[in-house]
C-alpha cells in the first residue's frame, strides 16, 4: 500500500507561481514504486497528465505546461517526495491536481485545488 498526502493549493493571480508537492509512504518498500506524476481534472473535463517523473528522474510533460511547469524528485528510502513548480499560470491551469504513484497498480492522493482568477 501507498499512501500519498498533496499540498500547496490555493488562489494565484495569472502569471503567478505556485509549488505543489506530494509525499508518498509505503507499507512495504518505497522502492516499490517506479514513477509518479501529477494530473488535473477541471470542470466538466477529463483527468489528464500534468507532469510524470520515474524514479530515476526522467521527466515528461503536457504540451500544455512544457516551459512553465517543472517536476522533480527525491528518496531518501523512507519517503519520496515530488514537487511540481508551476509558472506563468493561466486561467486554463485551474483544476484539481491530483498526484499518482504507479507500483504494480496505481495510487492516488486526494486532490488540491489550483485557482487562476483576477
Known amino acids: 500500500q501507498v499512501q500519498l498526502v498533496e499540498s500547496g493549493g490555493g488562489l494565484v493571480q495569472p502569471g503567478g507561481s505556485l509549488r505543489l508537492s506530494c509525499v508518498a509512504s509505503?507499507?512495504?518498500?518505497?522502492?516499490?514504486?517506479?514513477?509518479m506524476g501529477w494530473y488535473r481534472q477541471a470542470p466538466g473535463k477529463q483527468r489528464e497528465l500534468v507532469a510524470g517523473i520515474t524514479s530515476g528522474g526522467i521527466p515528461n510533460y503536457a504540451d500544455s505546461v512544457k516551459g512553465r511547469f517543472a517536476i522533480s524528485i527525491s528518496n531518501d528510502g523512507v519517503k519520496i517526495t515530488v514537487p511540481l513548480q508551476m509558472n506563468s499560470l493561466k486561467p486554463e491551469d485551474t483544476a484539481v491536481y491530483y498526484c499518482q504513484a504507479r507500483t504494480t497498480q496505481f495510487y492516488w492522493g486526494q486532490g488540491t485545488q489550483v485557482t487562476v482568477s483576477s
Open positions: 509505503a507499507s512495504g518498500s518505497i522502492f516499490s514504486i517506479n514513477a
